[in-house]
T-cell receptor
Framework: KQEVTQIPAALSVPEGENLVLNCSFT??????LQWFRQDPGKGLTSLLL?????REQTSGRLNASLDKSSGRSTLYIAASQPGDSATYLC?????????FGKGTRLSVIA | DADVTQTPRNRITKTGKRIMLECSQT?????MYWYRQDPGLGLRLIYY???????NKGEISDGYSVSRQAQAKFSLSLESAIPNQTALYFC????????????????FGPGTRLTVL
């Protein structure tokens, strides 16, 4: 059974810092990995999707990498802003629908 | 207009009542999903449907049922609501993907906050 872990559960950084969020998964037989952002009480917004054949994807200040063999993905956020404060979730897709981690709650302090 | 809509957005009900949550999408996707989110437990899959004639149980289907009325509509029912079904419920959609892109991007609705008293 696929398990997805995100560490740390919460992170607080000053504005302007570059930061990395981590995601690990137990079964490397995946089709894709997706990173989402969730604001409190709101729905999930897709940030980046990495197919299993890809190593990384970039969108603006965000860069996500995927290392299938080691069961790891990272989400890099450059020059963080207070508006980046949210919970970030990673989810892994395989033969079954997405399996989610519990998320990292990010606070960017002005 | 939003691509994935959920109704109602908020609902308070009593133990034993039958509740239906509805999801509609205009993305033209074949695949639809229902999840619930609880503090500390994350998102868990309840049911999913890969096309109109396909219904599959997810991780936590007990106490729930679904209906795929059309490609664009997927409803979740709680036959007899109980307090531990109090949660935030999300509908999501994706297309099937082809070739190496076996799993494509999922898009989520805004959620329904359900409280069972």
């Amino acid at each position: 059974k696929q398990e997805v872990t995100q560490i740390p559960a919460a992170l607080s950084v000053p504005e302007g810092e570059n930061l990395v969020l981590n995601c690990s998964f137990t079964d490397s037989a995946i089709y894709n990995l997706q990173w989402f952002r969730q604001d409190p009480g709101k729905g999930l917004t897709s940030l980046l999707l990495i197919q299993s054949s890809q190593r990384e994807q970039t969108s603006g200040r965000l860069n996500a990498s995927l290392d299938k063999s080691s069961g790891r993905s990272t989400l890099y956020i450059a020059a963080s802003q207070p508006g980046d404060s949210a919970t970030y979730l990673c989810a892994v897709g395989g033969n079954t629908p997405l399996v989610f981690g519990k998320g990292t709650r990010l606070s960017v302090i002005a | 207009d939003a691509d994935v809509t959920q109704t109602p957005r908020n609902r308070i009900t009593k133990t034993g009542k039958r509740i239906m949550l509805e999801c509609s999408q205009t993305k033209g996707h074949d695949r639809m999903y229902w999840y619930r989110q609880d503090p500390g437990l994350g998102l868990r899959l309840i049911y999913y449907s890969f096309d109109v004639k396909d219904i599959n149980k997810g991780e936590i289907s007990d106490g729930y049922s679904v209906s795929r009325q059309a490609q664009a509509k997927f409803s979740l029912s709680l036959e007899s609501a109980i307090p531990n079904q109090t949660a935030l419920y999300f509908c999501a959609t994706s297309d099937a993907g082809t070739g190496l892109a076996r799993g494509n991007e999922q898009f989520f609705g805004p959620g329904t906050r359900l409280t069972v008293l």
